[in-house]
C-alpha cells in the first residue's frame, strides 16, 4: 500500500473527481418538463390579466401600465411556483391547493404593489378579483390536461426514466418493488444482486448502466458494502442514487427525501454537471496557491533568515507523508525542530499524548526550537506546503496528510480518507486542532468532510481557518 512508486492504482483520481464531465442522466427528461410547464403557466396567466382587465372595471387604463403589470405579475406567480416546488415531478406538480395559494400570493403582492407605488389606482379591485378567479381555473385545469396527457403518454411505454434495481433475493422488499413496476414513470431495464457493486464487478456495472442510459438507481442500502464508495461512485457517474426503504439506520451524504407513491425514498441526486465541482476545486487551489506564494514571498524570506539564526540546520523540513491512494510524497515545511527530532521520537513514544497512539502529539515537545513555538503558534510553518499545492500533491482543504509511522497503525476503515487528496486545512483542524486527542474522533471529522464535501465547505473550512489560526485555538 506504501509505496513511492507511481503505480496504476496512483493514477486514480480523487473519489470525488469524474472520469470526465458530463450532464446529468434524464435532465433532458426533467428539463422539458419544467420548461413546458412554465411556458404554458405564463400564457395562462397572461390570459387571465388580459380578461381580467378587459371585463374588469378599470379607473385608469394605459397599454404601457397593462403590459408591465402583466409581465410584473406573470414573472411574480412563476417564481414562487418554483420556489414552493411546483414545478418538480410528481405529487408536487399536482398541487392543486398549492398553486391556489401561490395565485393568490401573487395577486396579493400585485395589489399591494398598486397601491404602494401609484398615486392613482390604475385597476380596480374586481379586476384583481376577476384575475384571481380566471387564472386559478386556468391552471389547474391545464395542469389536470397536463397530467393526463403525460400518463396516456407514459402509458405507451415513452418519456419514462429509465431504472435499475440492484438488491439481493433475501433483501428484496416485494411491496417496494411491484410499487416501482406500477409507476409509469419508471421504465426497468433491469434487476441485479448487490455482487455487482463488488470490486470486481463495479466497473462493468457502470460501464452497462452507461450503455443503456440508465437515469436512476435503486439500491437495496443494507445489502451494499463499502457504502461511501458508492455513492461517490453514482454521484459522478451522472446517475441519480435511490435507496429501497428499511428499517436500518444510515447516514447518506448530499441525501434528500423524495416521494414516490405514498413512500419516502433516500435520494442522493447527482449534480446538473458531472465532474464540474472537483475541477473547479483544483483551479481554486492553482490559482490561490500561485497567489499565495507570489505575495508572501517576502515572508518566506523573513522566515528563513529567523530559522537560520536561531538554530543550526536546514531552513526547511522534508518528511515523507502517505497523499492519494497511498502514495508517498515528500511534504514541505519550515523547520521547527531540532536536526534530529525523528530519531529523538523513539525514546518520546511513552510520552505521546495521543490515547490511540495513531499518530504523535506531546503538547511541550523538547524538540521543538524557540522559533518553532513562534511559527507552530500560527501555523507559517505550514506555508511551503503551498508549493505541494500549486504541483497537485495536496489541496488547500481536506484531510491531513500524515508520516508512515501513523499510516502503518490504520485500521482497514481508516484508508478511505486516503481516496481524497490530502490538504493543508480540513474540518478536523478547524474542530480542534491539536485538542483532539484521539485519533478516532479525528477520522469522523475527515469522515464528515469527504461525505459531505462540497466547494462551499471548503470556503467555510478556510474561513474558520483563519480565525482559528489567529486565536491559537488548540495550538502546540
Known amino acids: 500500500m506504501v509505496s513511492s512508486n507511481i503505480s496504476i492504482e496512483s493514477l486514480k483520481p480523487d473519489l470525488r473527481s469524474a472520469k470526465s464531465v458530463r450532464i446529468q442522466r434524464g435532465l433532458f427528461i426533467r428539463l422539458m418538463r ?15 390579466w388580459k380578461l381580467a382587465v378587459l371585463y ?10 397593462n403590459l408591465s403589470f402583466m409581465l410584473l405579475n406573470m414573472s411574480l406567480t412563476i417564481a414562487i411556483f418554483y420556489t414552493t416546488s411546483l414545478y418538480k415531478a410528481g405529487i408536487y406538480r ?3 391547493l398549492g398553486i391556489i395559494k401561490a395565485i393568490s400570493l401573487s395577486s396579493l403582492l400585485l395589489l399591494f404593489i398598486d397601491f404602494l407605488y401609484k398615486q392613482n389606482s390604475y385597476f380596480s379591485y374586481s379586476t384583481f378579483l376577476l384575475y384571481w378567479l380566471l387564472s386559478v381555473v386556468f391552471v389547474c385545469a391545464f395542469r389536470s390536461l397536463f397530467n393526463f396527457f403525460t400518463n396516456f403518454v407514459r402509458h405507451k411505454g415513452a418519456i419514462r426514466h429509465r431504472i435499475f434495481i440492484i438488491a439481493d433475493e433475501q433483501e428484496k422488499e416485494p411491496y417496494y418493488i411491484r410499487l416501482l413496476e406500477r409507476q409509469n414513470y419508471f421504465a426497468i431495464q433491469g434487476y441485479a444482486n448487490s455482487k455487482c457493486l463488488d470490486l470486481a464487478n463495479r466497473e ?10 440508465i437515469d436512476e438507481v435503486f ?8 457504502r461511501l464508495f458508492l455513492c461517490w461512485y453514482f454521484y459522478n457517474a451522472g446517475i441519480t442514487l435511490r435507496m429501497l426503504p428499511t428499517m436500518s439506520e444510515f447516514s447518506l451524504p448530499k441525501s434528500t427525501f423524495d416521494m414516490i407513491g405514498e413512500v419516502f425514498y433516500p435520494t442522493i441526486p447527482a449534480p446538473i454537471i458531472v465532474g464540474s465541482d472537483f475541477w473547479m476545486k483544483r ?3 492553482l490559482c490561490f496557491s500561485s497567489i499565495l506564494i507570489f505575495l508572501l514571498f517576502p515572508v518566506y524570506l523573513l522566515i528563513a533568515l529567523i530559522i537560520k539564526l536561531d538554530s543550526p540546520g536546514p531552513i526547511f523540513f522534508r518528511q515523507k507523508r502517505i497523499g492519494l491512494h497511498g502514495k508517498e510524497f515528500q511534504i514541505w515545511k519550515f523547520r521547527t525542530m531540532v536536526t534530529n527530532a525523528e530519531k529523538i521520537q523513539a525514546s518520546l513514544e511513552a510520552k505521546n499524548e495521543m490515547k490511540d497512539g495513531v499518530f504523535f502529539k506531546m503538547k511541550d515537545d523538547p524538540r521543538i ?13 505550514e506555508l511551503p506546503q503551498l508549493f505541494n499545492v500549486f504541483v497537485g500533491e495536496m489541496s488547500l482543504v481536506g484531510p491531513r496528510p500524515l508520516p508512515i509511522r501513523d499510516v502503518k497503525k490504520f485500521k482497514t476503515n481508516h484508508f478511505i480518507r486516503q481516496e481524497v487528496l490530502p490538504g493543508i486545512t480540513g474540518l478536523w483542524q478547524v474542530s480542534g486542532r491539536s485538542n483532539i486527542d484521539n485519533f478516532q474522533d479525528a477520522f469522523k471529522l475527515d469522515m464528515d468532510y469527504i461525505e459531505n464535501w462540497s466547494i462551499w465547505l471548503d470556503l467555510k473550512i478556510l474561513l474558520q481557518t483563519f480565525k482559528v489560526v489567529l486565536q491559537k485555538t488548540g495550538a502546540h
Open 34 to 48: 419544467v420548461v413546458i410547464l412554465m411556458f404554458l403557466d405564463a400564457i395562462f396567466i397572461s390570459f387571465a
Open 56 to 65: 374588469g372595471t378599470s379607473f385608469k387604463f394605459l397599454s404601457l401600465q
Open 94 to 96: 399536482r398541487n392543486y
Open 204 to 213: 462493468t456495472t457502470f460501464e452497462y448502466l452507461r450503455s443503456q442510459n
Open 219 to 226: 439500491v437495496s442500502w443494507d445489502t451494499i458494502k463499502n
Open 283 to 285: 483551479f481554486f487551489d
Open 369 to 381: 526550537t524557540r522559533v518553532g513555538k513562534f511559527l507552530r503558534l500560527y501555523s507559517l510553518d
